[in-house]
């Protein structure tokens, strides 16, 4: 969508430097229209008609800024944040470097006990167990991040789920952040259910919201988080700190123009993109199908979870890495699961949200790769 992006944003006066607006300080939280924009337009995708008031919005330089500075407004340092893994792993980062949060995996195993497919399954229990766990070892839980869609496995979390979670949170007066920063990259007409549309939530004061302009439009240059929460402490934590994390009030009006115009975005752009990215991971699936590579099924998000075990001389993180640096090498760049805490090492994932010959090029650089491990792994 590179094109049809730099298209809309070049048009005629969506960056006009004006000195009244531009050239003097302004409310780093978010520019009044821009709040405005953004309000409107989560009530369209997101809350099921719920309105949004735009007071209870922040504008920061990106997710990764929301996500530092909720850790560090919500725990102390060596308190603990759990988040479900395998996941983004920039989201330790995020919140380890500056607040030196303890950020425990709530490790998703693709396997039981027992060697029941459990295919990375999140369960409310699975929460409550880990609270359980860490809180008789003394430690102190304060935060539960959740990626909807999830980041890399491509679930999505239904509203039941959710609820349950959220329960659990409020049982434990623990606060909640759902990261919903792929909402609207939904693959094949998934249904998906923002936590911003869901009705008597258990504990509304602890319970925030991030999305950005990162992922669903592809804008990560730009630089656009945002905050949802309705706690007013919070908020004004978020307020003072926000010179520190602004958004530059040009692209506030560039967003703006953006998601004020339904017409493309809503008609066009959004649904469009989801139609290329569901046709991007259909013709990846297909590909794993005919080279008999197990892929985990994706309802959300830009990227697909493979599992490369089979490849593998033994089902070590060593191993798993010395296939990242075969593909390195091959040029192609594929995260393995250990970078994203993966619970056992074996999978990798891909990003298929590049051009059609890219993702092509891409693959059959994989299949090169694995074909000739596969030619080299002992006979059983």
């Given at each position: 969508?590179?094109?049809?992006?730099e298209?809309?944003?070049?048009?005629?006066?969506?960056?006009?430097?004006?000195?009244?607006?531009?050239?003097?300080?302004?409310?780093f939280?978010?520019?009044?229209?821009?709040?405005?924009?953004?309000?409107?337009?989560?009530?369209?995708?997101?809350?099921?008609?719920?309105?949004?008031?735009?007071?209870q919005?922040?504008?920061?330089?990106?997710?990764?800024?929301?996500?530092?500075?909720?850790?560090?407004?919500?725990?102390?340092e060596?308190?603990v944040?759990?988040?479900?893994?395998?996941?983004?792993?920039?989201?330790?980062?995020?919140?380890?470097?500056?607040?030196?949060?303890?950020?425990?995996?709530?490790?998703?195993?693709?396997?039981?006990?027992?060697?029941?497919?459990r295919?990375?399954e999140?369960?409310?229990?699975?929460?409550?167990?880990r609270?359980?766990?860490?809180?008789?070892?003394?430690?102190v839980?304060?935060?539960?991040?959740l990626?909807?869609?999830?980041?890399?496995?491509?679930?999505?979390?239904?509203?039941?789920?959710?609820?349950?979670?959220?329960?659990?949170?409020?049982?434990?007066?623990?606060?909640?952040?759902?990261?919903?920063?792929?909402?609207?990259?939904?693959?094949?007409?998934?249904?998906?259910?923002?936590v911003l549309?869901?009705?008597?939530?258990?504990?509304?004061?602890?319970?925030?919201f991030?999305?950005?302009?990162?992922?669903?439009?592809?804008?990560?240059?730009?630089?656009?988080?945002?905050?949802h929460?309705?706690?007013?402490?919070?908020?004004?934590?978020?307020?003072?700190?926000?010179?520190?994390?602004?958004?530059?009030?040009?692209?506030?009006?560039?967003?703006?123009?953006?998601?004020?115009?339904?017409?493309?975005?809503?008609?066009?752009?959004?649904?469009?993109?989801?139609?290329?990215?569901?046709?991007?991971?259909?013709?990846?699936?297909?590909?794993?199908?005919?080279?008999?590579?197990?892929?985990?099924?994706?309802?959300?998000?830009?990227?697909?979870?493979?599992?490369?075990?089979?490849?593998?001389?033994?089902?070590?993180?060593?191993?798993?890495?010395a296939?990242?640096?075969?593909?390195?090498?091959?040029?192609?760049?594929?995260?393995?699961?250990?970078?994203?805490?993966?619970?056992?090492?074996?999978?990798i994932?891909?990003?298929?949200?590049?051009?059609?010959?890219?993702?092509?090029?891409?693959?059959?650089?994989?299949?090169?790769?694995?074909?000739?491990?596969?030619?080299?792994?002992p006979?059983?």
């Open positions: 969508m590179e094109a049809e992006l298209e809309r944003i070049n048009r005629r006066g969506v960056l006009q430097f004006r000195s009244a607006d531009h050239q003097h300080y302004y409310d939280t978010g520019q009044p229209q821009t709040k405005k924009a953004l309000s409107d337009f989560l009530v369209r995708h997101l809350t099921n008609g719920k309105p949004v008031p735009p007071e919005l922040v504008v920061y330089n990106g997710a990764t800024a929301c996500l530092d500075c909720l850790a560090y407004g919500l725990t102390d060596g308190e944040i759990i988040v479900p893994t395998p996941v983004y792993g920039r989201i330790f980062t995020d919140c380890q470097e500056r607040t030196h949060t303890d950020i425990q995996p709530l490790y998703l195993q693709p396997k039981d006990i027992t060697g029941r497919e295919d990375f999140l369960q409310a229990v699975d929460l409550e167990n609270i359980q766990e860490l809180t008789s070892e003394g430690k839980v304060r935060v539960f991040i990626v909807n869609p999830q980041n890399p496995t491509g679930d999505i979390y239904p509203e039941a789920l959710l609820r349950d979670l959220l329960n659990v949170c409020a049982k434990y007066q623990m606060h909640a952040i759902i990261d919903e920063i792929y909402a609207l990259s939904v693959l094949g007409g998934a249904e998906f259910t923002s549309a869901l009705d008597d939530l258990p504990d509304p004061e602890r319970t925030h991030i999305w950005g302009m990162s992922k669903d439009f592809g804008l990560a240059g730009i630089r656009v988080g945002v905050i929460s309705r706690n007013t402490q919070l908020l004004n934590y978020l307020g003072n700190g926000s010179a520190y994390q602004s958004t530059p009030s040009l692209i506030h009006d560039m967003v703006t123009s953006l998601l004020a115009d339904k017409d493309w975005c809503d008609n066009f752009f959004l649904p469009t993109s989801q139609q290329r990215l569901t046709r991007s991971y259909e013709f990846v699936v297909k590909q794993m199908n005919a080279a008999g590579i197990h892929i985990h099924q994706s309802k959300g998000g830009v990227f697909a979870w493979i599992n490369i075990s089979p490849f593998m001389k033994q089902q070590t993180k060593e191993e798993e890495f296939v990242f640096e075969e593909l390195l090498k091959a040029g192609v760049y594929m995260v393995p699961g250990s970078a994203m805490y993966c619970a056992v090492p074996g999978w994932r891909i990003i298929f949200s590049v051009a059609e010959d890219e993702l092509s090029t891409g693959l059959q650089r994989l299949f090169t790769v694995l074909d000739a491990r596969r030619s080299n792994l006979s059983q």
